[in-house]
């Protein structure tokens, strides 16, 4: 059953600490990307990566860091710099790397104790 | 950055009626596309409209593209209850790779 995993479906973090999201696809996708999703909000980008060993930051990166040592996977690090990491975080990837067509995760609730 | 906004933020109709939902953005595009998202859920692609196209259709669904007035409408017929989500038009540049979203449209169709 091919797709996009993401994982923990939620998360809570202690205040000084870093958290790493998990997402893994199975699509043999080039393009892999991450967003982050306020309550009543649209979507931002942090990062996104076309090949692997090669990422882009993107809208909102500060405090965000990743990796893309392997084709199938794009962990998502939030570090203790991002002083607002309660969000939604969606992980996405697609075929080419024109951005079309992406195929999401079910998300993971990032939530500050 | 937001490259979109959409209009209306909210839309509530009956089931069976039509709900029309518009996108407006811009800069200039490759292609805008239509994705919707169940609460708490990722999101899914509807449709894909490329900036030389000026309408397309898949099943229930159909697409205009203005590209002369930055903007894009999705038209959803005869919906259903189960339509209810929220519906975000993104952008695509072919010179970065990147997508682009907008705030979303949330509707509720009331059986």
């Known amino acids: 059953d091919g797709g996009i995993t993401q994982s923990p479906k939620y998360l809570f973090r202690k205040e000084g600490q870093n958290v790493t999201l998990s997402c893994e696809q199975n699509l043999n996708h080039d393009a892999m990307y991450w967003y982050r999703q306020d309550p009543g909000q649209g979507l931002r980008l942090i990062y996104y990566s076309q090949i692997v060993n090669d990422f882009q930051k993107g809208d909102i990166a500060e405090g965000y860091s990743v990796s893309r040592e392997k084709k199938e996977s794009f962990p998502l690090t939030v570090t203790s710099a991002q002083k607002n990491p309660t969000a939604f975080y969606l992980c996405a990837s697609s075929i080419g790397l024109r951005g079309e067509k992406l195929f999401f995760g079910s998300g993971t609730q990032l939530s500050v104790l | 950055s937001q490259q979109g906004e959409e209009d209306p933020q909210a839309l509530s109709i009956q089931e069976g009626e039509n709900a029309t939902m518009n996108c407006s953005y811009k800069?200039?595009?490759?292609?805008l596309q239509w994705y919707r998202q169940n609460s708490g859920r990722g999101l899914v692609h509807l449709i894909l409209?490329?900036?030389?196209?000026r309408e397309k259709h898949s099943g229930r669904l159909r697409v205009t593209l203005d590209t002369s007035k930055k903007s894009s409408s999705l038209l959803i017929t005869a919906s259903r209850a189960a339509d209810t989500a929220s519906y975000f038009c993104a952008t695509g540049s072919s010179n970065t790779g990147k997508l682009i979203f907008g705030q979303g449209t949330t509707l509720q169709v009331k059986p």
């Open positions: 409209i490329r900036s030389n196209e």
């Open positions: 800069t200039s595009i490759n292609n």
